[in-house]
């Protein structure tokens, strides 16, 4: 059975894995995490608690039944907004096409993934498929913390505060600071015409990680 996160910041459903256990792009080097990860939302608070931890570890073994792609197409009939991996990342290609077949089954849904496997050359293909659709947007997120990033191969990148970034083409500032942390009816994560979103860091962690690196 696939389980399914309802992300209030979002008003979105999300399918989600462990953080840092799935993410095999979140290591700088054996032993050390990129920046961005040094912070991660999704190793603090809530995601602590042993019933969102639960359906995490399920979902790991969970989609490598034969039936997992009819289901979550099933799942998402009423979905029409949907985020890959609240936590966690595709860290397997078996997983990338299963999803790819996902996003391919439900165009009736715009899918919004964000993943440092772009690293790795071979989820290269899969991603492209999905980036084709039009119901799909893959975002490659940039390590830093200091807002600095890849034109035209990052989608996302986070900055110390809304203040530190100069309005840059064909980006969005996530405003979701302004709104106590909700999106508030924002969709520009799933916006294939918005190249790069710029997030403000959030939580006391990666406000510990910006602390540090300023030191
Ligand atoms: S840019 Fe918009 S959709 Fe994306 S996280 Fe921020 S508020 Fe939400």
Redesign the pocket.
Known sequence: MVKISNTSK?DARSWSLQAIDTCPGSWAEPGVLVDACRGCYATTGNYNYPNVIAPRLHNREDWQRLEWADDMVAELDSDRYFRWFDSGDAYSVALAEKMLEVMIRTPWCKHWFPTRMHKFPKFRAVFEQMQRLDNVMVRFSADSVDGSYTPGLHGSVIGPDAESFAPIDGA?L???YAHNGQ?SG????WDKSIDL?AYPAHGRKMAKVIRLMAI
Do not use: G, Q
């Open positions: 979002l969005k996530c405003e979701a999106c924002c969709r520009a994560c979103i």
